[in-house]
């Protein structure tokens, strides 16, 4: 039996990130380094740091990664891809060109015999006015069709420059918060929440967004895993059909 991969937060392209190609290389040596052992990839959003598709137009770059995509699913591996806050505009280029399937909501599904819930994690439990605001902004189509008319040149500087900015103003803040506790990480209460409307539907929680690794037992049935990120800390989530693991890649 051939395992299940999961990552998130690469971040690719970030202009908050040094040596970015250094970073794509190491990417695409992970996935390469299992493909033999794969039989599926899910890949839990933000792989980009800002995407946006226009119709006959995507992003510069990432042309290792791409590649290595659709090789992995040339292969027959199922590749699935979910949006997160920073490549919410996905459209049709990552399924037609490298043959990934694309999510846009939280995935309930069944995968060798275990219950997974996966989705990025934005949005999920956080009430911050803010935040739901801005991301109202950016979910909306209107909103979207208005920023497609603005020329490619200056609009995808322009997304990648906010996104640099959010990193640099986070970064002063003393980087990404830690792990806040049960009672006050917003993923954690979502899932128990969940839980408490839908017992016993969920074995295992996986979300990204976060950057930080966490394996936490939720029930004696259910766990709940953030994979962390692939800018410092390198690491995944793999499933054998009977066991779930958060490992780090080491060359």
């Known amino acids: 039996m051939k395992n299940i991969y999961f990552i998130a937060d690469a971040h690719l392209g970030s202009r908050g990130v040094p040596n970015n190609r250094a970073q794509e ?62 490549d919410i505009w996905c459209s049709d280029y990552l399924p037609q ?58 609009a995808i500087d322009f997304g990648l420059a906010w996104a640099k900015h959010s990193r640099q103003k986070r970064d002063k803040m003393g980087g990404e918060l830690p792990y806040l506790g049960e009672d006050r990480e917003y993923l954690v209460r979502f899932a128990k929440e969940y839980l408490q409307a839908h017992p016993g539907e969920v074995d295992f929680f996986l979300f990204g967004h976060r950057h930080i690794e966490l394996d936490l037992t939720l029930t004696a049935q259910t766990r709940l895993m953030i994979v962390g990120d692939w800018i410092t800390q390198w690491t995944y989530a793999v499933f054998d059909g009977e066991n779930l693991s958060l490992e780090r890649y080491e060359e």
């Open 25 to 86: 290389k190491k990417l695409v040596r992970f996935l390469d380094s299992i493909k033999e052992q794969a039989s599926a990839l899910y890949m839990l959003g933000d792989m980009f740091d800002f995407w946006y598709e226009y119709r006959m137009v995507v992003p510069r770059g990432f042309t290792r990664f791409l590649g290595k995509l659709s090789e992995l699913t040339d292969r027959g591996i199922e590749v699935h891809y979910f949006t997160g806050n920073h």
């Open 97 to 154: 060109e490298c043959g990934v399937i694309l999510h846009r909501e939280p995935l309930l599904t069944e995968i060798l015999g275990r219950r997974f819930f996966l989705a990025h994690g934005d949005g999920l439990g956080d009430p911050t006015l803010s935040f739901r605001l801005l991301r109202a902004i950016f979910h909306s189509r209107l909103c979207q069709v208005l920023f497609s008319c603005i020329h490619p040149r200056w």
